[in-house]
């Protein structure tokens, strides 16, 4: 028998252990190391605003930028090189701000309490150490209350109970026992094992002894913390688009630049422009072929592309992709040499005279030049400046909304990846459930009648005296559980009735108590009872055990009856029922002692009456439910992965609305142990992964495996948890969420916070996420039917007989300046929730939809015609003034301020007005567009070949360009957008 509280141990005694020596302690720390765990590596801020220039559209702009500046250092002009440089330096520098921010206020993993006091036996006498000071072999003493500082062996244990659910995810304390034989401690086994302690697990109940068997990062926190920052080589959704997007923009850009730079030429030879004899000719080649070498870095890039975009693959010597300034060096090498030797065999051969003046006829090198720099300017339509520049503004929006829902960002890039998330791994405790025991049913039958306050107080009497547990009543906080959860549930049970556990424990007179062990399977105080005046044995434990020793039932607090057959099966039917749908049971009995009986409780607990018992579960959030059933309809595959048993967790899935037994209980696979997943290989393994609807017993490997091979194999995975144990899994998912009140190596490995601890929140953030990519994709549907338009009038216009019908200024302006500011009116465009009707898309949908592609040829066409037609006209007199180029540019900027609204409604059948009042950033940027266009072609003058227009002129346009508006309502009445 073992009695609660026993007497202290007098200094006379001997110690157990005599511990480690100080020589040993030092031995021991240079051998094994400290208990500390190494921090995350942190890139300084310039290396992580460097990162920022690995987008690739960014990297697309650097090259218009760089060729423009070389263009500008020619003719004089460089405010198109600098302004683009601005939008780089404006897209990069608030995307690193926003997630600089955001690194350093979550900049908390390992700062630990690591001078928290700790209890040790060195060298034959108690002391207290701090945390980081303790090293292997060292004999640790933990009581109630103590969080683990270290891995180690259970050497004495009494009543000693763990609570590991930040490792396992198992919500119900772990009973640990003494052991005297060595584990190994890398054994995935050991997680769940009665003999072993684990640091940052909390000690809920009695004491034990410990002696150390990892410090630091060896122990299962420290390999676990490696896992949870590892990089992880991710490549999100959004960027694998906008890589795409990029890539097919620079190889149209191009191609177009080139053939229009070809076209020129042989428009110039046919036309007398470009006089040439056969030896001139030969110059050309030899440098054009000098400047293809030179400035191949930039368009051996652009072929490899072009292959990849048409689903072949080209091989090329490594020494042709390098780009580094070492290649380019060696590419502008060679293409001198190539230009030297060319020139000078030409010569020798007497193709072209020696005198260099003769290579090219006066006039011909200037409109070679000329003819480049219309290239040039198609490269820089073709660019979209101001798509980085939207992403970055629509992602900076959607995560000052998100986290104002409680949806706390990270990363920036999460706000758009959970809202493509085709799977959320999950986990149980803390997450689905509030990780908090609790009362969720009674089977009292003396309370089913006419209770007597003496029989209630018998009652709870009962369970405030026969316990452990406590409550923390703090002020400003919810009430807490002190010690064991299963006996903190029954004190909140009492408290939620309006009954003070501390005043009925008060009240009883305890003689001893036996307290519980796995062997008795129950716990018993035996004292005086002040609810019914004479000594009474209290006994609380498991139902089947103590109603074994049960021989009548309470009919109330003074007559019980004899406890019959059907009542005994009565019990066990319904307490079989309960544990089926996951719940601990725990029963209730008493029995009247007379005097002189003794105090030998296990002598005494028989032949006792039966109170009834209590059903315990970890109850769900309440949001659950509703949150996995929003999810479901949303296209997302809702997975448990927990550390729980079989029935537990498949009993959650059940109340969430996850597990249908008809359904479910036949699937192969829907239901798995970690083990077991472990063992599966290759294509067993996908498909397990993908029927997976509850993972039990999972250990934290597991949950990695289970998201590394979702994600692998094309899933977008959201992972949510909030335990130590999720963090790999948190750190390897396309997008992680751990839960406010988690560990700090969760939120370290997540990507988003819910603050709110809701799981609810999710909807809410896969909303904003898919809100966003909409948004995206409408500036698309705007940009590039600008770009479209500005391409086609580029290409067309030296045809036409206008050489530059939009000079590269008045392009900056329309694709600087304008969309930027409509970057920011369609990034404001505010979330609506039935994005949630609609299914993910796939990771390897184009960002650019079929329907939006025939969006942008169909408008951009339809600009292209009415442009032409406008050129046309202004020929008729026989020349082009540069009033009429004014009226040509400021319709070119309406048709675009008109389409503006066609893309702020894009997959909305509604009308152009619908909801405009809930995007007011919306209204205030289309007048902006509308006023800095007026201010810009009145004001313009030389920098911008404009001049004022008259009132009636804009009213003209106006007037002019406003069936765009009727164009996009036609092609939405023709096809339905989804």
């Known amino acids: 028998m073992a009695i609660l509280n026993p007497p202290p141990a007098t200094q006379s005694q001997a110690l157990p252990y005599r511990g480690l020596t100080p020589e040993q302690v030092t031995r021991n720390r240079d051998s094994h190391g400290t208990n500390v765990l190494t921090p995350p590596k942190r890139d300084p801020w310039w290396k992580l605003y460097l990162e920022k220039y690995e987008d690739p559209v960014i990297r697309i702009l650097m090259i218009a930028a760089a060729i423009t500046i070389l263009v500008g250092v020619v003719d004089g002009h460089y405010a198109e090189g600098v302004g683009i440089v601005i939008a780089i330096l404006l897209a990069t520098t608030l995307?690193?701000?926003?997630?600089?921010?955001?690194?350093?206020?979550?900049?908390?993993?390992?700062?630990?309490?690591?001078?928290?006091?700790?209890?040790?036996?060195?060298?034959?006498?108690?002391?207290?150490?701090?945390?980081?000071?303790?090293?292997?072999?060292?004999?640790?003493?933990?009581?109630?209350?103590?969080?683990?500082?270290?891995?180690?062996?259970?050497?004495?244990?009494?009543?000693?109970?763990?609570?590991?659910s930040v490792l396992t995810g198992e919500s119900v304390p772990v009973r640990k026992q003494a052991t005297a034989r060595p584990l190994d401690n890398g054994d995935e086994g050991a997680l769940f094992s009665e003999e072993r302690v684990f640091r940052s697990t909390l000690v809920v109940d009695g004491r034990g002894t410990v002696e150390v068997a990892a410090v630091g990062d060896r122990t299962k926190i420290g390999e676990i913390a490696r896992d949870a920052i590892a990089d992880t080589g991710e490549v999100t959704p959004l960027n694998a688009q906008l890589d795409r997007l990029s890539k097919l923009i620079g190889v149209v850009g191009f191609t177009v630049a080139l053939l229009t730079y070809?076209?020129?030429?042989?428009?110039?030879?046919?036309?007398?422009?470009?006089?040439?004899?056969?030896?001139?000719?030969?110059?050309?080649?030899?440098?054009?072929?000098?400047?293809?070498?030179?400035?191949?870095?930039?368009?051996?890039?652009?072929?490899?592309?072009?292959?990849?975009?048409?689903?072949r693959e080209l091989t090329l010597p490594a020494r042709l992709r390098d780009t580094?300034?070492?290649?380019?060096?060696?590419?502008?090498?060679?293409?001198?040499?190539?230009?030297?030797?060319?020139?000078?065999?030409?010569?020798?051969?007497?193709?072209?005279?020696?005198?260099?003046?003769?290579?090219?006829?006066?006039?011909?090198?200037?409109?070679?030049?000329?003819?480049?720099?219309?290239?040039?300017?198609?490269?820089?339509?073709?660019?979209?400046?101001?798509?980085?520049?939207?992403?970055?503004?629509?992602?900076?929006?959607?995560m000052r909304r998100m986290t104002a829902a409680n949806n706390l960002v990270r990363q920036m890039h999460a706000t758009e990846t959970v809202g493509a998330a085709t799977v959320i791994c999950s986990d149980k405790t803390g997450t689905l459930t509030l990780n908090q025991m609790r009362v969720v049913d009674t089977r009292f039958p003396f309370v089913d009648g006419e209770t007597s306050p003496k029989a209630l107080a018998l009652l709870y009497e009962g369970i405030a005296a026969n316990t452990t547990a406590n409550l923390s009543r703090a002020a400003g906080k919810p009430t807490g559980m002190i010690g064991d959860s299963t006996e903190g549930a029954l004190l909140l049970w009492m408290e939620e009735r309006g009954e003070d556990y501390i005043l009925h424990r008060a009240g009883f007179t305890v003689d001893v108590q036996l307290t519980f062990s796995a062997e008795r399977k129950y716990m018993g105080t035996l004292g005086l009872s002040y609810a019914v005046g004479w000594t009474v044995l209290h006994v609380k434990g498991a139902p089947e055990i103590v109603l074994e020793q049960c021989s009548s039932i309470a009919l109330n607090a003074e007559d019980s009856a004899p406890l019959t057959p059907q009542q005994r099966d009565g019990i066990l039917d319904e307490l079989v029922d309960f544990q089926r749908r996951g719940m601990r049971t725990l029963a209730f009995a008493y029995k009247p002692i007379q005097p002189g009986s003794g105090l030998d409780v296990e002598d005494l607990a028989e032949d006792m009456v039966w109170l009834g018992f209590v059903a315990i579960a970890d109850p769900i959030r309440q949001e659950v439910p509703g949150a996995v059933a929003a999810c479901r309809d949303a296209g997302i595959d809702v997975k448990i992965i927990t550390g729980d048993t079989a029935e537990t967790a498949r009993e959650i899935a059940r109340q969430?609305?996850?597990?249908?037994?008809?359904?479910?209980?036949?699937?192969?696979?829907?239901?798995?142990?970690?083990?077991?997943?472990?063992?599966?290989?290759?294509?067993?393994?996908?498909?397990?992964?993908?029927?997976?609807?509850?993972?039990?017993?999972?250990?934290?490997?597991?949950?990695?495996?289970?998201?590394?091979?979702?994600?692998?194999?094309?899933?977008?995975?959201?992972?949510?948890?909030?335990?130590?144990?999720?963090a790999p899994a948190l750190n390897f998912a396309n997008v992680g969420l751990a839960m406010g009140s988690g560990t700090d190596i969760a939120k370290e490995a997540s990507d988003i916070v819910l603050l709110d601890d809701s799981f609810g929140s999710i909807v809410s953030a896969v909303m904003w996420g898919r809100s966003l990519y909409r948004n995206i994709q409408r500036f698309i549907l705007f940009q590039l039917t600008i770009n479209v338009a500005a391409l086609g009038i580029a290409l067309l216009g030296p045809f036409i007989g206008v050489e530059f019908p939009l000079t590269v200024i008045q392009?900056?302006?329309?694709?600087?300046?304008?969309?930027?500011?409509?970057?920011?009116?369609?990034?404001?465009?505010?979330?609506?929730?039935?994005?949630?009707?609609?299914?993910?898309?796939?990771?390897?949908?184009?960002?650019?939809?079929?329907?939006?592609?025939?969006?942008?040829?169909?408008?951009?066409?339809?600009?292209?015609?009415?442009?032409?037609?406008?050129?046309?006209?202004?020929?008729?007199?026989?020349?082009?003034t540069t009033h009429e180029l004014s009226l040509f540019y400021a319709g070119f900027i309406l048709l675009q301020f008109w389409n503006l609204f066609n893309a702020r409604i894009l997959f909305r059948n509604v009308s152009l007005l619908d909801g405009i009042k809930e995007n007011q950033a919306f209204i205030a940027i289309a007048a902006a567009i509308l006023v800095g266009t007026i201010l810009i072609v009145t004001f313009g003058g030389d920098i911008f070949r404009t001049e004022p227009l008259s009132v009636l002129e804009w009213a003209a346009l106006l007037a002019l360009t406003a069936p765009v508006l009727l164009f996009g309502s036609v092609m939405r009445r023709l096809r339905p957008q989804k």
């Open 95 to 164: 995307g690193f701000l926003n997630e600089f921010r955001a690194r350093r206020e979550f900049d908390v993993l390992n700062r630990v309490s690591d001078d928290t006091p700790t209890k040790v036996i060195r060298d034959g006498a108690y002391q207290v150490v701090p945390r980081r000071d303790l090293v292997y072999g060292d004999i640790l003493l933990l009581e109630a209350g103590d969080e683990v500082p270290a891995d180690g062996r259970v050497r004495e244990a009494v009543s000693l109970e763990v609570n590991e």
């Open 324 to 398: 580094s300034g070492v290649g380019w060096l060696l590419s502008f090498i060679v293409g001198a040499l190539i230009f030297i030797v060319g020139s000078v065999v030409l010569v020798l051969l007497g193709v072209i005279p020696s005198d260099v003046s003769g290579w090219l006829p006066n006039g011909v090198g200037t409109a070679l030049l000329r003819y480049f720099m219309v290239a040039v300017t198609i490269i820089v339509v073709a660019v979209p400046e101001g798509l980085p520049m939207s992403v970055t503004l629509s992602l900076a929006y959607s």
């Open 656 to 726: 969430i609305g996850l597990w249908d037994d008809a359904r479910d209980g036949r699937t192969p696979y829907a239901l798995m142990s970690g083990v077991d997943i472990a063992m599966l290989e290759g294509e067993e393994l996908l498909k397990a992964a993908k029927a997976l609807k509850v993972l039990y017993r999972a250990r934290p490997k597991d949950k990695l495996l289970v998201v590394t091979t979702l994600r692998d194999n094309g899933e977008v995975v959201a992972v949510t948890g909030d335990g130590t144990n999720d």
């Open 811 to 880: 392009m900056l302006w329309v694709n600087l300046i304008m969309d930027t500011f409509a970057s920011l009116a369609l990034a404001t465009e505010p979330a609506r929730r039935d994005v949630l009707n609609d299914k993910p898309r796939r990771s390897t949908d184009f960002i650019i939809t079929p329907d939006i592609g025939l969006r942008i040829l169909l408008m951009g066409g339809a600009f292209i015609v009415a442009l032409v037609a406008a050129l046309l006209l202004m020929q008729t007199d026989g020349a082009v």
């Open 262 to 311: 070809l076209a020129l030429v042989v428009r110039g030879a046919s036309v007398g422009d470009i006089a040439l004899s056969a030896g001139s000719w030969a110059f050309v080649l030899v440098a054009s072929a000098a400047v293809l070498v030179a400035m191949s870095r930039v368009w051996i890039p652009i072929l490899e592309d072009a292959y990849e975009l048409a689903g």
